[in-house]
């Protein structure tokens, strides 16, 4: 599966927000998972097509971003 067969599907979930993203603006993430990956999408700019990746990708991310020490 491509990264673009991915973004074409239109079995995606509602859009969740990432909850380290304010109402004040800033870096905004929002992501809508689907049977095929996950969306993702600047909340400020929802016109503009973002990514897509599949559910391994999604999941070694996490697993990136969960293992980085935080200041």
């Avoid at 998972?33 to 999604?58: M, N």
């Amino acid at each position: 599966m491509t990264s673009d067969s991915v973004s074409r599907s239109n079995d995606r979930g509602p859009w969740i927000r990432s909850s380290h993203s304010s109402e004040e603006g800033g870096e905004c993430v929002e992501v809508a998972p689907s049977f095929r990956g996950v969306h993702l999408r600047d909340s400020k700019d929802t016109t503009r097509p973002g990514p897509a990746v599949g559910h391994r990708a999604w999941t070694a991310f996490l697993g990136f971003v969960a293992a980085e020490p935080r200041d």
